[in-house]
């Protein structure tokens, strides 16, 4: 967990990252992801939606078509930037039953016992207190209601685990965003400790071939570089970070490659879990 003088550096550097993210929908796996996860989550008409760092609104925006009318979808993040293109996509889709708030994810306002279903889609893993999150949600949530969350194995993308490994060469200490919930165990136990019951994990591959040319080198290193998760590098001076990249982008080109290209292994962890039935 943060201290708090770091949580306030993270949260601005996390702004940053996102609020220039202006072709978030084009990327590889938001959207097949998300649709995932509401396929597992199984919502149903006249709910209550909440999804946690909405991003644009993919999660949120199709969660509404599926509890109709009667239902009503509650899309927050932190983002400026990704809630305004949000707010655009539902002006465009004629929904009526979503609403996109500036929130902090860490940090919900909303009435205990009020949600049917609580969502994240490739975010939970921003999030500074995961076993506090997880807690909240519990709360949040009514008797009986589902949580669905997805989260990336422990190491996966080689690329951003390269880029980690040459910055700590650096005395650069990145974190791993994907170690808390990188491990079945670890969902396990993080949910049974917030007291969610029946929790579900599936395992699906969403990795790829790519070519490891200096080209895609260079796009990888700024990639990462502009990341929350790998900023940390510019803390560097001048001839350091750039002896910092040019070692990046020597090691990506000697990655091992077959016919196909090399392999960014990308496995991803889609959960969910109930709250129990109240007896009360």
């Known amino acids: 967990m943060l201290e708090a003088a770091e949580k306030q550096i993270y949260k601005r550097q996390l702004l940053t990252d996102f609020n220039s993210r202006t072709n978030y929908d084009q990327g590889k796996f938001y959207t097949p992801v998300a649709k995932k996860l509401l396929s597992l989550v199984k919502l149903g008409k006249g709910q209550k939606i909440l999804d946690v760092a909405t991003g644009t609104g993919i999660v949120a925006l199709d969660a509404a078509t599926i509890v109709g009318s009667s239902g009503k979808v509650i899309g ?15 002006v ?46 519990y709360n949040l949530l009514k008797s009986n209601g589902i949580v669905g969350f997805n989260a990336w194995s422990e190491n ?45 994990v599936q395992t ?48 990506i080109q000697a990655l091992p490659t077959t016919t196909q290209g090399a392999w960014c292994d990308a496995p991803i962890f889609f959960v969910t879990a109930s709250k129990p039935i109240s007896t009360s």
């Open 92 to 137: 465009m889709s004629g929904l009526q039953n979503v609403e996109f708030i500036e929130a902090d994810a860490d940090d919900l306002n909303f009435s205990d016992n009020y949600f049917d279903a609580i969502l994240c889609s490739l975010a939970i893993c921003y999030l500074t207190n995961i076993p506090n999150v997880l807690y909240q949600w």
């Open 156 to 200: 996966a993308f080689s690329p951003s685990r390269i880029f980690r490994e040459v910055a700590a060469r650096y005395g650069i200490k990145i974190p791993n965003p994907n170690e808390p919930l990188g491990k079945l165990e670890k969902c396990h136990q993080f949910l049974q400790e917030a007291g969610f019951q029946d929790i579900n």
């Open 76 to 90: 927050v993040d932190i983002s400026t930037g990704m809630l305004n293109n949000a707010k655009q996509k539902l």
């Open 204 to 251: 699906e591959q969403f990795g790829w071939y790519f070519i490891p040319d200096t080209h895609t080198a260079e796009e990888l290193w700024v990639i990462n570089s502009k990341n929350v998760f790998g900023y940390q590098v510019f803390q560097l001076l001048p001839n350091q970070l750039e002896k910092c990249r040019a070692e990046y982008v020597a090691e």
